[in-house]
């Protein structure tokens, strides 16, 4: 599948198959976060066969099984929205290599976790990563005219698509907390704030890079 397909596909998934994930899957995987990090700066990680993250209280509040491989995003302070768009990168690249995924902020136990954020940086989030017993579901969505400035029809089709896109985006308890401003149709610059609420700035992150790939990241610049 092509990334489009990829991000029309995966829904969040949070229970999993007792299933190893093959080699060369874990190679496509590692090799995507080495990219990532050498391009964004920040610190990702992938764990394997780790039992005890993901268990006691706090995973069956999360209603997490079988969740043995994560992805750890760690980095300097600071840089949420920075973690939002290049975890989606991976979480994105890991929907075209056959696996699942789900964003995790709260439901796991830190302290099982075997990585730790470096001197003067910080743990952000982590990732869960592997065969889902299912393939998740469609996430209810804010009408298009609520997360945007434009009206539907007067929209340019590049913007539109944007949109689309944007609000395929993963984000906590579904709150879509963003806003996506068109400044100049003319000049076809962008603008995307977040509202305050619960890594409301990392889903800020995610939903420009949907938005980049909805609308093509030619087509438009981001106002700086």
């Known amino acids: 599948m092509d990334i489009k397909e990829a991000i029309i596909k995966r829904h969040s998934v949070r229970r999993y198959l007792d299933k190893e994930i093959e080699a060369d899957i874990v190679n496509g995987l590692n090799s995507v976060i080495s990219d990532v990090c050498v391009e964004s700066g920040l610190d990702i990680k992938l764990v394997l066969n780790e039992p005890n993250a993901f268990t006691g209280f706090l995973a069956k509040y999360g209603k997490f099984e079988n969740c043995k491989n994560y992805i750890t995003v760690c980095g300097k302070g600071g840089r949420e929205v920075d973690v939002g768009y290049y975890g989606e990168k991976i979480v994105i690249a890991a929907q075209m290599l056959g696996l699942n995924t789900c964003w995790v902020a709260l439901t796991y136990k830190k302290g099982c976790v075997p ?12 990732i869960a990563v592997g065969y889902g017993r299912n393939r998740g579901l469609p996430r209810k969505t804010k009408p298009m005219e609520k997360l945007c400035n434009v009206p539907i029809n007067d929209m340019p089709e590049w913007f539109k698509n944007g949109m689309d896109f944007a609000m395929r985006a993963p984000t906590a308890i579904n709150q879509q907390k963003f806003f996506i401003k068109l400044i100049s149709a003319e000049d076809r610059i962008v603008s995307a704030s977040s509202k305050i609420g619960p890594c409301s700035k990392i889903d800020l992150g995610i939903v420009k890079y949907h938005f980049e790939i909805g609308a093509g990241k030619e087509s438009f610049k981001w106002k700086e």
Not at 115 to 126: C, M, Q, R
Request: net charge positive; hydrophobic share 35%.
């Open 115 to 126: 990585v730790k954020a470096k001197d003067k940086e910080k743990f952000y989030i982590t």
